[in-house]
């Protein structure tokens, strides 16, 4: 069969989960090899014989039709079998899966994606909308693509409030240097860019993502200010006044060491993607006699540390 014939056969996968296992889920996914995922929140109907909690929320994503499909099928009843036992008080996910041609799913979603005003000053707007900038409104143009970051999930949506915070109230920071981990769609390295900071480095591991925040860097014209890297973030070499990681519970545990180390003395480190189940271990393996709680920001079941490093002279 040509190639051209394959690309146009997909597997589409519709999950309905509890809206706290969003995150991990839609990780999942994006490491299973799905080419795009359209989250939409399902709401209390009174003309469904059957109304579906608000809690939840449903996932459509894709595969490309082959033999490899059936495989991360089965790897995805798996990792939904293990995230059940790891929080048995949440319901179980469930997914149905359809074969589908040429689907319209590059498409689709884009009907969700409004402008949103983030935060005081922060605007997060797609390119295919306009918008007319009312007083100190910082307008950031986001064009998602297939890559994790609109602005509209509560983890991104804290750390953007969370940097506003901090780059407003802080001088100088026109000479800090930020570090963005797993950027996505850049919409983090955007933001810090259009605050005020001249040296920011972004990083991701998904080519893909590295490609869509390019175009979003160059649209938002600070490429001049960005460093964009296709690296795992322990290679980084250097220090940074400001490190943003919105990534899991268990990436950033992971990355500990590396974060740390990377963090300057009276720098800031905002990490998100954490759910409330989560958070006692996070504050339990950052904090330590040089790293305290700076603030804690939460939003529905999702929680954002932002975290300062001690100066040693104190």
């Not at 989250?39 to 109907?45: K, N, S, T, V, Y």
């Not at 143009?141 to 915070?165: N, V």
């Not at 590396?258 to 950052?286: N, P």
Request: proline share 5%; with cysteine; glycine share 6%.
């Amino acid at each position: 069969m040509p190639e051209t014939l394959k690309k146009e056969k997909w597997i589409e996968i519709i999950l309905t989960t509890p809206s706290e296992l969003v995150e991990p889920l839609s990780n999942f996914l994006t490491e299973l090899g799905t080419d795009g995922i359209i989250e939409e929140e399902l709401d209390l109907d009174s003309f469904k014989e059957t109304p579906v909690p608000a809690s939840e929320a449903e996932l459509k994503a894709y595969l490309p039709w082959g033999s490899e499909a059936k495989k991360q099928i089965s790897l995805l009843k798996k990792y939904i079998l293990n995230l059940s036992k790891t929080f048995p008080e949440l319901g179980k996910p469930t997914f149905i899966t359809n074969t589908i041609t040429d689907p319209d799913w590059g498409e689709q979603w884009k009907k969700y994606f409004k402008p949103m005003k983030i935060s005081k000053n922060i605007v997060i707007k797609p390119t295919w909308e306009r918008y007319a900038p009312l007083g100190r409104d910082i307008v950031v143009d986001i064009d998602p693509g297939m890559a994790f970051g609109t602005g509209q999930h509560p983890s991104t949506r804290m750390c953007i409030m969370a940097l506003e915070d901090i780059l407003i109230h802080n001088r100088g920071i026109h000479d800090w240097k930020a570090l963005d981990v797993g950027t996505g769609t850049g919409i983090l390295a955007i933001s810090c860019a259009k605050l005020g900071v001249k040296n920011v480095v972004a990083v991701d591991l998904d080519p893909q993502a590295i490609e869509i925040a390019s175009k979003n860097i160059a649209i938002n014209g600070v490429a001049d200010r960005i460093e964009i890297m296709n690296r795992d973030v322990s290679m980084c070499k250097g220090t940074f006044d400001l490190i943003v990681a919105n990534l899991t519970a268990n990436a950033l545990i992971g990355l500990r060491p590396h974060l740390v180390r990377m963090t300057k003395e009276d720098g800031y480190m905002i990490l998100s993607g954490i759910i409330e189940q989560d958070a006692t271990s996070i504050e339990t393996i950052f904090e330590s006699k040089d790293i305290t709680i700076h603030d804690t920001l939460t939003e529905k079941e999702w929680v954002c540390y932002v975290l300062k490093k001690r100066s040693k002279t104190r």
